[in-house]
Structures are given as C-alpha cells and as structure tokens.
C-alpha cells in the first residue's frame, strides 16, 4: 500500500507540473498574438457604416486632412475581415480605406440574387460596389484620387465597374485585382473602356487558369505573348493609364494571398506610385501573430480537457479494429457524392452549404446502418457458437453490461463538459476569427440556416465518433475517417463540377477544422470517456462556420 501511494505521487506531481507548463505557455503564446493584433490599431480610427445596399467598415488615420481613398471588395464567400490586412495596410500609410460585405455575406442581411455566373448575379454585385463607391467620393477625406482593390471574384466586378455608365460610375485612377477571375479579356488598354493602371497579384499556388489571365492582360498592353511577361516588371506607363503589372506572391494559395507580404507589398507600392504618394511603408503581419495565437489555444485545450468531468466509467463507442472499420468507413464516403449526384443542391437559401448539409445527412445514415450490421452481424456470430441456454444468458449478460453502462453515465457530468468545451471554442476561435481573420459568428438573419445545418453534422459527428471511438478501437480510424470525408467531397465535386465547384475554396479550411478539433476531440474523450461531447460541440462549430462561410442568396 505504501510502496504504491510513493509511486503514485511523483507521478501526479510530475502532471500537474507538466500541466502548468503547458498552460504558462500557452497563454504566452495567446497574449502575445492577441497584443500585436492589439496594437495595429494604434493610430487607425475605424467606423462602421450601414448602408443601404451593404455594411461598411471605415479604416483611417487619425491624422485629419484628405487623402487617397481606395475601396476594397473581398470575395466569393469572403467578408470585410477577410480584406483587414489590406485596409490596415493601406491606412497606417495615409489612404482613407473602405471596406464592405458585399450582398449575402458576411453582415449582409440582403441576399445574393441570380445564380453563378449569371448577369443577374453581377449586377447586384456591381451595385453594391458602386453605392460603397459613392459614399467613399462623399467623405470629407476624399481628395479626388480613387482605387479599387478586389479579391477574387470582386477582381472582375471591379473591372465591370470601370467599363460601367459613364455617367454613373466614379473616375477611377487604378485597380488592385488579387486573384481575380475575369468574365472576359481585358485586351489593350482603351480610356474610359477599359481600367487604368491595373496590379495582377497572384498565389504561386493558384489554379494556371486564373494565372493566364493575368499573364494575357499584361501582355495586351506590353506587344508580347503572355509566356513572355516577367512579373514585377511594369509594362505601360502610369501616365496615360495604360500601366500593368504582374506580381506572383511565393507559396501562397487563393486565401493565403490575403496575408502574403509580398501580396501587401506590391498594392501598398503601386498605388504609391499612381498616387505619387509616401507612407511609412508599415505592412500588415498578421499571419504568424495569429498563428502564435492559435498554436497557444490548442496547447492550452490540452491541459483543460484534464479538468473535464468524467462522464463515463466506461470509454463508450462502437470499438471497431481496422477490418470492421475499413468497409464501414470507406462505403459510405464512396456512396454519397453518387447518391446525391442527382438531386438539386439548392434546398437551402444558402449557395453550396446546402449541398454541404445534404452531404452530412447522407454520409451519417449510411454509416449509421454500417454499424447496425456490423453489430447484428457480430451478435449473429456469438448467437450462433453457442447452445439456447448460453444464448439466453449471453442476451441477458449484455443487457446487464448495457444497463450497468448506462447507470455509469452522469447526465450532469455530460451537461458541464459539453458548455464547457462549446465556451471554450467560442471565446478562444469562433471570437477572435471573426474579429482578425473572417466572419465566424452568424448573424440573425442566419441563425436557421445554422440549426438545419447543425442537425446535419450533428448526425454525422455523432455516427463517426461513435464509430472511431471505443475499447480497442483502431487508432488510427478518427484520420482515417476524415480523409475520406474530404475525398467524398471532391469526388462529388468531379461528379458535380459546375454547381460544387466553389466546394473546393473550402476543403482546405475543413481539413485544418478536422485537425484542429481533432485534437480537441481525442483529449475530451481520453478524460470523459463518452464520445458525444465532443461529438456535439465539434458538429455546432462546423455548422456555424459553413453557415458563414457561403453567401445566402435569393
């Protein structure tokens, strides 16, 4: 007895010191990222406007007097806070920066109309834009000197934009286009027809269609072939308007780009030169503040998911080894992009996430009934190695054991975990995403589309733990799971290409969500032992951050 208390507390000693290290850490990390995201506000002034037609946030100088201005349009399923690091960047270097959700995103309680690609669809984009537009030429900052700067799909409507009625539109004196996908060929530079002095800034990561586009831009104007623009080199002259550039920011992708210094650079210098302007050169670094932030937040779930409440005696869940998980994993990922191949993905006000929920639903009924035939199959098998007595008392043994498990379960216990874990994730992610990276806290004009969402992934994560967790589970199921989530969704994706082809901007993200709650998941259910906790909590992050992520539309 005593040889074992004298083993024990070392032991437990050795926990809660390694617990406090991980936890000083942590918050280290934390405080650090948050303070630098702090401090960049420090000689800015921003206001929130609410148009009529979009909400605007306002980035300025505190230092009065007018200035350039340049409106800034994020992309398909973007927002606002996703343009942040260029708007700060712009601002802390002397320009009056506007930027805005554009209909169906972000705060924008109105809805995207028309469907992909349809013209529709652009106008009320262009609307949108051109109303920001005016109320920027309104503002007692407002020098004369206008830019655009749009990310993505907002690269082409600000192009639109300046072949727009000449007697609706604003002169504009250059646009920033950041990973746009254009409607149409630009071609030489034609004076009021087409965009004077336009920026092409790409990801090295970007799809080669997209790069070509910039590339055959530049060279419009330059007499060469597009294989033959250099990037970082300016072909025409900023004078006559006819100035274009190419500029391709080194391991980045399509969001990356945001965040990119070389990206933050090249706008911040060539708006400089069209403008003949000076700032201090500040740029915006958020990226690995950020980072420092987050690397704290999951270090820091570790050492708290230890001071969750038990809630089973007994680890649940269905406890399958590699053989019985492998075709109850693999069936159903192969299975639903053909089974929804056919149906309509617009059930749901919401483009792309519908398809999304539907792809949950389906996914978790068909591992649902997975696992109802392995365990007949299973009981099949014991039943049939033994007489009608040990039958009898195999059935009521396991009725016992189900009985007796539930008897172990604490209600309570399971209550206090699931609040204290959705808390944690709420004030450690979903609140500062949506302050520093994009919106991640829905807004009531989405909240239903967030509960028809939260009932399918709810049925998913709480079928795949289940099916992951458990005594003498594979260990390596929980992955292996998730990979072939992803791989379901880009299959539907080959299957679907032209209505799910914008699922692709967001399997990135879902695979760095499945890592990150991942982790949380594995060390909730090592303390509490039941595998809807983390269920739960993880299927309400999901459907929040699908909810934000798309545009409602009309």
């Known amino acids: ?25 942590a918050l280290t990390l934390m405080l650090i990222g948050l303070l630098w995201m702090i401090l960049t506000d420090r000689g800015l002034i921003d206001e929130q406007i609410d148009l009529d037609q979009a909400p605007v946030t306002v980035y300025r100088p505190t230092a009065s007097g007018q200035m350039p201005v340049v409106v800034i349009a994020h992309g398909f399923s973007g927002s606002r806070q996703m343009m942040e690091p260029f708007a700060r ?36 984009l262009l609307d949108a834009l051109a109303a920001v537009v005016r109320y920027a030429s309104e503002l007692p900052q407002y020098d004369g000197r206008l830019a655009l700067l749009g990310h993505s799909m907002a690269g082409d409507i600000a192009v639109r934009y300046a072949g727009h009625d000449a007697e609706q539109r604003r002169e504009l004196d250059a646009i920033v286009a950041v990973s746009p996908y254009l409607s149409e060929d630009l071609g030489e530079h034609r004076r009021g027809e087409t965009p004077d002095n336009m920026l092409f800034v790409y990801g090295e990561w970007e799809p080669q269609m997209i790069l070509d586009q910039g590339r055959a831009a530049v060279a419009a104007v330059a007499d060469l072939t597009s294989s033959e623009v250099e990037p970082n080199v300016t072909y025409g002259d900023h004078e006559t308007g006819s100035a274009r550039r190419l500029v391709i920011a080194d391991d980045v992708e399509h969001i990356g780009v945001l965040y990119s210094g070389t990206a933050l650079e090249a706008a911040l210098d060539w708006l400089n030169q069209v403008f003949d302007h000076r700032g201090s050169g500040w740029i915006d670094a958020r990226g690995p503040w950020l980072g420092l932030y987050f690397l704290g937040v999951v270090l820091l779930a570790w050492p708290l998911s230890r001071l969750l409440p038990q809630v089973s005696t007994e680890p649940l869940g269905a406890g399958l080894d590699w053989r019985r998980l492998l075709p109850a994993a693999l069936l159903p990922a192969l299975l639903t992009p053909l089974i929804l ?34 365990h ?19 059935r009521l043994a396991r009725l016992g054991t189900r009985l007796h498990k539930q008897a172990d379960i604490s209600v309570s216990g399971f209550m206090i975990a699931l609040l204290a874990v959705i808390a944690y994730q709420t004030l450690s992610i979903a609140l500062p995403t949506d302050l520093f990276v994009a919106a991640f806290l829905p807004d009531p ?18 079928t795949d733990e289940w099916l992951t967790r458990g005594q003498g589970a594979f260990v390596g199921g929980y992955a292996l799971t998730k990979l072939l989530f992803l791989v379901s969704l880009m299959l539907a994706v080959v299957l679907n290409l032209q209505e799910l082809f914008f699922l692709v901007i967001i399997i990135p993200a879902i695979l760095v969500l499945f890592v990150v709650f991942g982790l949380f998941s594995s060390w909730i259910y090592r303390r509490t032992g039941h595998p809807l906790v983390a269920a739960l909590a993880n299927a309400l992050a999901f459907a929040i951050a699908i909810t934000v992520s798309f545009p409602i539309a009309d």
């Open 1 to 25: 007895m005593s040889t074992r208390l004298t083993t024990t507390q070392p032991r437990a000693q050795r926990w809660r010191l390694i617990d406090a290290l991980v936890t000083g850490a």
């Open 89 to 124: 960047t712009l601002a802390r270097n002397g320009y009056t920066a506007l930027s805005f959700d554009f209909p169906g995103h972000g705060a924008n309680p109105l809805p995207l109309e028309g469907e992909i690609g349809d013209e529709r669809r652009a106008q009320d």
């Open 341 to 374: 191949r056919p149906f309509p993905s617009d059930v749901l006000p919401i483009a792309s996430a519908d398809y999304i929920a539907l792809h949950f639903a389906v996914y978790a009924l068909l591992s649902g009934l997975m696992l109802l035939l392995l």
């Open 376 to 394: 007949r199959r299973s009981a099949e098998a014991q039943v049939g190695s033994q007489t009608p007595s040990q039958t009898t008392t195999s």
């Open 445 to 462: 004009h989405r909240f239903g589309i967030s509960a028809v969402l939260l009932i399918a992934t709810a049925l998913w994560f709480v």
